[in-house]
């Protein structure tokens, strides 16, 4: 909201000498954030000059440009009249003008300087509104005999400083309005909030005499035959009829000027009027064409199918859940509180019109406005609270305006009907804002405050019974009214106080093992990234999931941010492959990522909605609890490209499903974990590639390996890609015992060999695991140092070669390190049929 300070002055005392960073630190007090301070951009010289002669010149591209004399009096420095070329037509010799000199900067910080043109020296610029920035206007030049008042022309003499004579040396101050401060919306509410911060007097311009609403004014019905949480659509409505009004008429300077400074664009009397009592009072007004109108005016929801030709000519299908302004109940007029249609729009041929002034449900508004996409100057108000005890002195002012400014006379009737809801009174305990702000709010400074905002307070001792002003609608509780005193005092008189950890607190486990995994993962070459937790069904068909696979059902959101991600991720790939397919789609050829985040395991239990007003019971909670889905923290890995970079060392090496399973073991090693591997088949993974992830003591918690070939033509991945995925939360779970350091031993150790021939089917995890069992507690490591597939042990075998570390409490001999190879190899044989090569 812009607030212009000479607007302000009017409606409060703001200090003579006060520049717009003042009065804006004057608002921040008070929570109104400065977002900018404009004007004052104009320097000068900016002076009244009088046209001398005006010599039309035609141009070989067939434009005529005026090659001018202008009295400027001493501002030249020589008294001599300035010659400057100007290419509007709407001014003659004699008329005073507005003219910028040679060092004279206009908005946009663009320098006047002389320079040839059309083959005249031109020093100097003929000004228009637009480049005064006084409107958007640009089609002809100010003339001050027409622009400003008689008695202040019959003043000027060439030469005269016209900036403080134009107003461009005011300023306006724009505040950031947070939705529940939806007064500050007009120039009513930004004021008081000033005289609130500098403890100036207000003068509340609502306060006008307002004529009575006596019948039969025009006829108003309100049908809301579908309340919203059973609040009516509109609770008041003003109606007030100007007759015989010039319609042509132009809206006086002074409010096309306000208007301008506030950020609007001047249009026609009634048009301006409306907007001009809205930014004052913060009451969106709409005007109608009383001639238009063939019956009373109805307020009701629209009906399956009807449409509604906007002010900005587009044709928009009506909802059931729209509020309507129609004729006689038939014909819509208007979406309330968002647009007016064109049908009854106030044209130059009016004659006659309705002034509409109505308090709309914020509710109502903001869903009309977001459905339709039309975020208006009204609908920002309507969806953020309007004061409903200012509609008849809103209504009253356009009226008299409208009367003043295009002749014509008010009707003696008026309509008000509707009875709004008033505040409901907020018990306080006036002790509250001590405890909640950790200062010292005394008793009288608690009431006071309250008071200068608006409340109206009764002490009743132990408590306050406090009635919140009608423009206050945020304020439904005690913690709001705190706020509000803690406000009036100052929020820079709350210290800042850095709270001190208690001992012995700190990270808890799942905390400290998840910034390891985060740690480890990053150091093993992954870049972390994070995408939206929201994904389609056709993920689900493009992973190969079968139609009983549980990892279908998921939550729907029932107003999702896109139409096509309206489901609750129920893997963490469902989304991450899309970042790697976007990454390597702009140019990365290897890429390795890695996101921590949170899954949806399975649907939502419906259950009948507590009622609302009182918070549910424990067992109501718990109901609701129960019925809410898991939502454990997983690991998931993608990468495609190269693993190893060419160079030095060699060609570079494509990433393998085994880097994908290193990764995750190694994961497993930094939380003290040894994770277990086995081959296993899992959607959307490669048959033949995919291995089972599983803590010790045999639950699995993920699968690694490379993706599908389908998947990956489905999903428009690199060839060979791969992916993991692991439930952390389990893993984390696992980790929870303490990790005890191995002994350190003085003897050496005994190194020796295997390699065993096996079927190609029988996974390497279980030849390492009958090895182990077979070798005894004297095996200190088993390593797979290489696999061998050839004519040297035949089709559909494999050759796993191992390297087993031994180490005892004393030197072991050649003879024991055999025997104990020899019980392992014989284990080996005995579980997964390996013949020793």
Known sequence: MRAPIEWLRELTEVDPQAKGVDVAATLVRVGLEEEDILGGDVTGPLVVGRVLERTPEEQKNGKTINWCQVDVGAANGTGEPQGIVCGAHNFDAGDLVAVILPGGVLPGNFEISARKTYGHVSAGMICSAMELGLGEDHDGIIVLTEQLPADVVSGLVPGDDLIPVLG???????????????????????????????????????????????????????????????????????????????????????????????????????????????????????????????????????????????????????????????????????????????????????????????????????????????????????????????????????????????????????????????????????????????????????????????????????????????????????????????????????????????AGRGLTHGQRARRVATRTLAATGLVEVLSYPFTSADRHDAFGYAADDARRETVRLANPLQDEAPLMRTSILDTLLDTLRRNVSRGHRDVALYEIGLVTAGGVTPLPLPPGGAKPDAQALARITDGVPAQPRHVAIAAAGAALPAGPHGPARAVEATDVVGWVRALGASLGLELQVEAAQREPFHPGRCVAVSIPGGAVVGYAGELHPKVVSRLELPERTVAAEIDLDAVVAASGAPVRPSQLSTQPVANTDVALVIDEGVPAAAVAAALRSGAGEDLESLTLFDVYRGDQVGEGRKSLAYRMTFRADRTLKTEEVSSLRDKAVAAATSATGAQQR
């Open 168 to 502: 461009l040396d005011s300023e306006t101050v724009e505040v950031n309005v947070t939705p529940d401060r939806g007064y500050c919306f007009s120039m009513r509410g930004i004021a008081r909030e000033y005289a609130l911060s500098a403890g100036t007097p207000f003068v509340d311009p609502a306060d006008l005499p307002v004529a009575p609403a006596s019948g039969p004014g025009y006829e108003v019905r309100l049908s809301d035959d579908a309340p919203v949480d059973g609040v009516p659509g509109c609770d008041r409505y003003v109606a007030r009829v100007v007759r015989g009004i010039d319609a042509t008429a132009s809206s006086p300077e002074w409010m096309q000027r306000r208007l301008t400074e506030v950020g609007m664009r001047p249009i026609s009397l009634a048009v301006d009027v409306t907007n001009y009592v809205m930014m004052l009072l913060g009451q969106p007004l709409h005007a109608f064409d009383l001639d238009t109108l063939s019956g009373a005016i109805e307020v009701r929801r629209a009906r399956t199918g009807e449409t509604l030709r906007t002010l900005d000519d587009v044709e928009r299908t009506l909802d059931p859940t729209d509020l309507l302004i129609t004729d006689g109940g038939s014909t819509p007029l208007a979406i309330a509180g968002v647009m007016g249609g064109e049908t009854s729009e106030v044209t130059a041929s009016t004659v006659n019109v309705l002034v509409e002034a109505a308090h709309f449900d914020p509710v109502t508004v903001a869903r009309s406005a977001r459905r339709h996409r039309l975020s208006t100057e009204a609908s920002k108000r309507f969806e953020r609270g309007v004061d409903p005890a200012v509609t008849a002195a809103a209504a009253q002012l356009a009226v008299d305006l409208l009367v003043e400014h295009g002749g014509g006379s008010a009707d003696t009737t008026a309509t008000d009907v509707g009875e709004p809801a008033l505040p409901q009174p907020i018990r306080l305990d006036p002790q509250l804002p001590t405890r909640y702000i950790g200062l010292d709010y005394p008793r009288d400074e608690v009431i006071a405050s309250l008071t200068a905002i608006g409340c109206t307070v009764t002490d009743e001792g132990e408590s306050l019974l406090v009635a919140p002003p009608t423009w206050r609608p945020d304020l439904v509780d005690g913690p709001d009214l705190v706020e509000e005193v803690a406000r009036v005092r100052g929020y820079d008189q709350i210290p800042s106080v850095v709270p001190r950890a208690s």
